[in-house]
């Protein structure tokens, strides 16, 4: 399995209140993503990055800021959470080549509830 | 919006049998991937075909690619139980990132 962790894995949080979700790889990859995933919808990306500190966003971003200091760790944050964004967050790496977006390798998630 | 759209939502088959789900999507593509991903875990990926490719095989999946058409379909055979799980395609461009379907859940009765 490829190294990447998640954490927390749960977390029940108030509206209102930030949240950060972490992410950390030993796998040494370029490039990683933050997915939501909610019933209906699949995944959908929020925010993804190819470098350190170069992130761009991802379809659904709104609300949601990411960082990335070093290669192994990128941090998902919601600086004030909303009901709406009660899902299941899921964190991948890759390392693509070519313009070619290679295969996804994808952590366990992080299941987050906003009341 | 996604990119990729899966057919059928749900399929429910009897053990031994074959399964085959769809997927079509919207723009041009430089490869389409198919993941699995087993109730309360992540997804795992199972196979990519590239754009210039037409059919691809790994152990008893079958992937076709029609970019004509704009679709790509996943064959299970013989299929077990360890393959309940909900499948998902999904299609790469030339920006480093995937756009997922919404998946089509599987169940395989015994």
């Known amino acids: 399995d490829a190294g990447i962790t998640q954490s927390p894995r749960h977390k029940v949080t108030e509206t209102g209140t930030p949240v950060t979700l972490r992410c950390h790889q030993t796998?040494?990859?370029?490039?990683m993503y933050w997915y939501r995933q909610d019933p209906g919808h699949g995944l959908r990306l929020i925010h993804y990055?190819?470098?350190?500190?170069?992130?761009d966003k991802g379809e659904v971003s709104d609300g949601y800021s990411v960082s990335r200091s070093k290669t192994e760790d990128f941090l998902l944050t919601l600086e004030s959470a909303t009901s709406s964004q009660t899902s299941v967050y899921f964190c991948?790496?890759?390392?693509?080549?070519?313009?070619?977006?290679?295969?996804?390798?994808f952590g366990e998630g992080s299941r987050l509830t906003v009341l | 919006s996604q990119q990729g759209e899966e057919d059928p939502q749900a399929l429910s088959i009897q053990e031994g049998e074959n399964a085959t789900m769809n997927c079509s999507y919207k723009?041009?593509?430089?490869?389409l991937q198919w993941y699995r991903q087993n109730s309360g875990r992540g997804l795992v990926h199972l196979i990519l075909?590239?754009?210039?490719?037409r059919e691809k095989h790994s152990g008893r999946l079958r992937v076709t690619l029609d970019t004509s058409k704009k679709s790509s379909s996943l064959l299970i055979t013989a299929s077990r139980a360890a393959d309940t799980a909900s499948y998902f395609c999904?299609?790469?461009?030339?920006?480093?990132?995937?756009?997922f379907g919404a998946g089509t859940t599987v169940t395989v009765r015994a």
């Open positions: 796998e040494n990859h370029r490039y």
């Open positions: 990055s190819y470098g350190v500190k170069d992130t």
């Open positions: 999904a299609t790469g461009g030339n920006d480093y990132k995937l756009s």
């Open positions: 075909i590239r754009s210039n490719e």
């Open positions: 991948a790496i890759s390392e693509s080549r070519q313009g070619n977006t290679g295969e996804l390798f």
């Open positions: 723009t041009s593509i430089n490869n």
